[in-house]
């Protein structure tokens, strides 16, 4: 009788264990889900690259990405939302740069599944390898 009990303990720890982990699994995918979404825009995916190589202020991810200066703004908004950049002041001038360099390695990285994925199209497969040439080399076109 008392095996019959232990069993039911045991059934109900791990029931409460199982029970414990699915809110902590939908928290994260939750989190990463929004994570995600703020990299999911080529603007913000270009702005995180390009401070990669070291801070730039506003005007300078302007003209590298081509355009408005509202535009970069807002993409920056959002970056600094989702705590990925950071703004220093000097004077008049707002610099931003990257709270972890480390997740732009990660979107380099990204490079690589991209490239695979892009096997059959050569053009693209193409492009793919001269953007990652420039961004790792530093430059911003």
Do not use: C
Not at 41 to 67: A, C, S, Y
């Amino acid at each position: 009788m008392t095996s019959g009990l232990g069993f039911r303990d045991n059934l109900s720890e791990a029931v409460a264990l199982q029970e414990a982990r699915i809110p902590a699994r939908a928290l994260i995918a939750k989190e990463l889900a929004e994570l995600l979404g703020a990299i999911a825009h080529p603007h913000r995916l270009r702005i995180l690259v390009e401070l990669h190589h070291g801070e730039k202020d506003v005007n300078t991810l302007q003209q590298l990405l081509g355009i408005s200066h509202s535009s970069v703004s807002q993409n920056l908004a959002i970056l600094r939302a989702r705590h990925l950049v950071k703004e220093r002041r000097q004077g008049r001038h707002v610099y931003y740069s990257l709270t972890n360099a480390e997740f732009a390695d990660w979107l380099l990285d990204g490079l690589r599944f991209l490239e695979g994925e892009l096997s059959h199209h050569e053009d693209l497969r193409t492009a793919v390898k001269a953007a990652r040439s420039l961004w790792m080399a530093g430059e911003g076109h």
